[in-house]
């Protein structure tokens, strides 16, 4: 255990749905603290970098499309082993399997409109974080 830095989008789904507090009350109720937030518009080309790991998937251009169909929240959350607990506040992709209780089993509607993301490694979460975040 250690204290770690993760990066939370909430998908253009979730913004357009209005539940971004209700989602932000479930990360702090778990005791993950919200330390930066901003709401962008992203790029084609951002959502295209920001996926590349994906770019051999059958649902990469459908996922780019969506990610810039409208605004995103974009947030630095910090915690003892905020990297996986984020991750299973969540929930699983599939919002079919994801848990009672979990992000995705509330306010998912599709395994691609899955209301927000996480980092899923040390090594993400610093990449992710300087991706929209400089300075951290
Ligand atoms: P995550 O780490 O739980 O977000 O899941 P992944 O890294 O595997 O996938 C990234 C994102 O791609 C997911 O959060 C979904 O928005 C989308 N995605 C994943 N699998 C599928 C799929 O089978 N079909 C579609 N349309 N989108 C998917």
Same mark, same amino acid.
């Given at each position: 255990?250690? &204290?770690?830095?993760?990066? !939370?989008?909430?998908?253009?789904?979730?913004?357009?749905? =209005? +539940?971004?507090?209700?989602? %932000? #009350?479930?990360?702090? &109720?778990?005791? /993950?603290?919200? #330390?930066?937030?901003?709401?962008?518009?992203?790029?084609?080309?951002?959502?295209? @970098?920001?996926?590349?790991? +994906?770019?051999?998937?059958?649902?990469? %251009? *459908? /996922?780019?499309?969506?990610?810039? !169909?409208?605004?995103?929240?974009? @947030?630095?959350?910090?915690?003892?082993?905020?990297?996986?607990?984020?991750?299973?506040?969540? =929930?699983?992709? %599939?919002?079919?399997?994801?848990?009672?209780? $979990?992000?995705?089993?509330?306010?998912? $509607?599709?395994? @691609? *409109? %899955?209301?927000? +993301? =996480?980092?899923?490694?040390?090594?993400?979460? /610093?990449?992710? #974080?300087?991706?929209?975040?400089?300075?951290?």
């Amino acid at each position: 255990m250690s &204290n770690q830095k993760t990066l !939370s989008i909430i998908k253009p789904d979730a913004v357009k749905a =209005g +539940h971004v507090d209700s989602i %932000n #009350l479930m990360i702090e &109720n778990s005791g /993950l603290k919200i #330390l930066e937030k901003k709401e962008i518009k992203l790029s084609k080309e951002e959502a295209q @970098q920001f996926y590349a790991v +994906h770019s051999d998937k059958p649902f990469y %251009n *459908e /996922l780019c499309e969506f990610m810039t !169909s409208g605004p995103i929240i974009v @947030q630095m959350i910090e915690g003892e082993n905020a990297i996986e607990l984020y991750r299973k506040v969540m =929930g699983a992709t %599939n919002p079919a399997e994801a848990d009672e209780n $979990t992000i995705r089993k509330k306010f998912a $509607t599709s395994i @691609q *409109e %899955n209301a927000v +993301h =996480g980092s899923d490694s040390e090594d993400n979460a /610093l990449k992710e #974080l300087n991706f929209f975040f400089k300075d951290i």
